[in-house]
């Protein structure tokens, strides 16, 4: 679904510009009511039964970007509902991060496999004979299947010859790797939130635009807006080539101080400052106290390993990450500025909001949020001069962004450190290949490797929060 632009993300950007230029221009924020006309115009729907349940919609987006929660399906509440309370420059996130808006979710079933009317009724009914439960029978010359003993293996799906049999699954909860959605009693999305670990796969997986992220993009404006405050944007590694292939690091820096930032540095110093801290703990460490160490960067796998595999987290490097690293470099210089970081994930939203971070990050926002901004501006970006060149990281920190990138920037450390030393590396990506990855090393499989996990197929470029097509954006990250 990410890969292909679609009316859901086209909704999801305008609701970004709308929250962002409300917070620009200021004033009675209850104006918030016209937007979903403004969005969705007309008397006629265009993607549900109602255009009454579509703008319905687009008020509780608006709510979630400017990260105020859901309002209650059983009572009355307009879009603007404190909204007064968050046109702050501080606001941190009120639980939960990823949000189902239950009106909008399909009811999508659970996973099952089925007959579609393609079948032919062939008289080798292949189906029948490879089920290891039987219970696959002819009913009227059709195959049917019995749910109640269906394991759902998908061999009947492999064996007919006219594809006429499906394994369906809920999209959401199939682009989960923790298994963390499930049914409520009206068969809607539902998340257990003890699994959750935010990475946003679900978001942009429903095809019905029914999960959402809240947002700070309302209050990251209001901070830009107030003259006594310095803020920094802290941009990720992936940043390159998001916003349009042909735009310049420069011109992108111009765009930044259009929107009101003081000064922009990429993350990529602090990617750097991290292989050096990985390496170190790896020769250190690994076999004398650990039977191998797995890299920290990615919030989501980090978090996932640690909630599924309790036991291995020591062998979870506790260098800080590329984000909080390049934070803290940023107010050591200016100790009373704010950092919004800008970058391609969810999960660092709930990384920011941890108490050990919140001094060091202020906001963050992805590059989907970001060109909302930019929209609500009026930004040009091709017109923006060409501002000076980011100088201060190397080609190594700023591979961090794709998949892989990490293991072989701190491998590569590691080999500067000590020749002599042979690193093993294990690098997956997507968090139910991490799982198994988790499940090796706690076998003894890995013993001596170096492990990066990455929740998001693809690495970074492949975020929730990013604009492109991650084959596009890694050929422009790697040039």
Not at 215 to 235: D, R, S
Request: net charge negative.
């Amino acid at each position: 679904m990410k890969e292909l632009y679609s009316d859901i993300i086209d909704i999801r950007r305008q609701v970004f510009a709308e929250v962002a230029r409300l917070a620009y221009e200021g004033g009675d924020y209850s104006r918030i009511e016209n937007v979903p006309y403004k969005i969705i115009p007309g008397e006629v729907a265009n993607y549900r039964d109602s255009v009454f349940l579509e703008r319905a919609i687009v008020g509780e987006r608006l709510r979630l970007a400017i990260g105020l929660p859901l309002r209650p399906l059983d009572e009355h509440a307009p879009i603007s509902q404190d909204i007064d309370e968050s046109a702050i420059d501080e606001k941190y996130y009120d639980p939960p991060l990823i949000n189902i808006i239950k009106f909008a979710c399909n009811s999508c079933p659970e996973k099952r496999v089925e007959v579609s009317n393609l079948c032919q009724g062939c008289l080798g009914h292949p189906c029948t004979s490879v089920c290891p439960k039987d219970v696959i029978h002819i009913k009227n010359r059709k195959s049917v299947i019995d749910q109640e003993g269906c394991i759902q293996c998908g061999r009947c799906v492999d064996a007919c010859p006219y594809h006429a049999i499906v394994k369906m699954e809920r999209p959401c909860a199939a682009a989960c790797g923790m298994n963390a959605i499930h049914s409520d009693s009206l068969g809607r999305a539902e998340i257990d939130y003890d699994q959750c670990v935010s990475c946003g796969m679900c978001l942009v997986n429903c095809p019905f635009g029914a999960i959402a992220d809240k947002g700070q993009i309302f209050q990251l404006v209001h901070a830009l807006t107030m003259p006594e405050n310095e803020v920094y944007a802290i941009v990720a590694p992936s940043f390159i080539g998001q916003l349009d292939a042909g735009i310049t690091p420069g011109q992108f820096k111009s765009a930044m101080k259009a929107l009101g930032f003081t000064d922009t540095v990429e993350v990529a110093i602090g990617a750097d400052l991290c292989t050096i801290d990985e390496a170190a703990d790896f020769l250190e460490k690994v076999p004398a106290e650990q039977p191998f160490m797995a890299t920290s960067c990615c919030p989501a796998w980090s978090v996932m390993a640690k909630k599924k595999f309790p036991e291995l987290a020591p062998n979870i490097s506790m260098a800080l990450t590329p984000m909080v690293l390049t934070a803290r470099l940023v107010k050591r210089e200016h100790p009373n500025c704010k950092i919004a970081f800008i970058g391609p994930c969810s999960a660092k939203k709930l990384e920011a909001s941890r108490k050990s971070v919140r001094s060091d990050v202020d906001f963050v926002v992805t590059f989907e949020e970001l060109m909302g901004m930019i929209q609500a501006k009026s930004i040009e970006l091709s017109a923006m001069e060409d501002d000076t060149p980011f100088t201060e990281g190397t080609s190594a920190g700023r591979g961090f962004a794709v998949g892989g990138g990490v293991a072989s920037a701190v491998a590569a450390a590691i080999a500067e450190m000590d020749p002599e030393r042979e690193v093993k590396v294990e690098a997956v990506e997507g968090l139910r290949e991490c799982n198994k990855m988790l499940l090796l090393a706690k076998k003894g499989k890995y013993n001596g490797y170096l492990l990066e996990g990455m929740a998001c197929p693809g690495g970074c470029i492949a975020g929730a929060g990013t604009l492109r097509p991650k084959a596009k954006a890694a050929v422009v990250v790697k040039k």
